[in-house]
């Protein structure tokens, strides 16, 4: 037996070279997973398991108008940070911040800038927040319907993620 726990071999079809069709017995699959080492099934579930379809944003920068709370955490500059703040997405690819932060433990209120983002229609996308050699540098992922943002900085030596939520929907 190749795999513990199966009497048979794994029964899936394919119909007309359409992934979409494909028939997988759930029983058998679920059996088949719960006996593979953990590194393998992480490889197989993908190939075997059709496609989610990719959530998109067609839209793109207007997906994000509108004000949200921003919360950010991490650490930054060799000290941890944490900041709270609104930021108001223009639609058009620009942003305003405003808001507190601590940085590693030293707070600083009425902080406030500015940056440019784009959303992709895949709903990912990137932002810049300030210019210069001072920027700082970030891809998110935004909800279909632009709700919330999730964040990440991907400047070298920073390690920061935030969550943005919509203070109110847009007309």
């Given at each position: ?7 048979r ?21 679920a059996?088949l997973?719960r ?6 099934a ?13 959530p ?12 949200y709370?921003?919360?950010a ?17 223009d639609?058009?690819?620009?942003f305003?911040l405003s808001g507190?932060g ?17 959303v992709?229609?895949d ?7 300030g ?7 970030y891809?998110f992922?935004?909800?279909?319907d ?13 390690t ?5 939520s919509?203070?109110?929907?847009f007309?």
């Open positions: 037996m190749l795999f513990p726990g199966l009497s071999p794994l029964s899936i079809t394919l119909e007309h070279r359409d992934i979409s069709r494909v028939r997988i017995n759930m029983n058998q699959f059996r997973y006996s593979l080492p953990p590194a393998f992480m490889v197989l579930l993908p190939i075997v398991l059709p496609a989610q379809q990719t998109q944003c067609p839209l793109q920068n207007i997906t994000a108008r509108g004000a709370v921003l919360v955490s991490g650490f930054s500059g060799g000290g941890p940070f944490a900041a709270v703040g609104i930021a108001v997405y639609g058009a690819g620009g305003q507190t601590s940085f590693n433990g030293t707070i600083a209120k009425g902080l406030s800038g500015s940056g440019t983002y784009t992709n229609r709903c990912t996308g990137s932002q810049t927040f210019s210069g050699s001072t920027a700082a540098h891809d992922v935004i909800t279909r632009g709700r919330q943002i999730t964040y990440i900085q991907t400047d070298n030596g920073a920061v993620t935030a969550v943005a919509r203070m109110n929907s007309d």
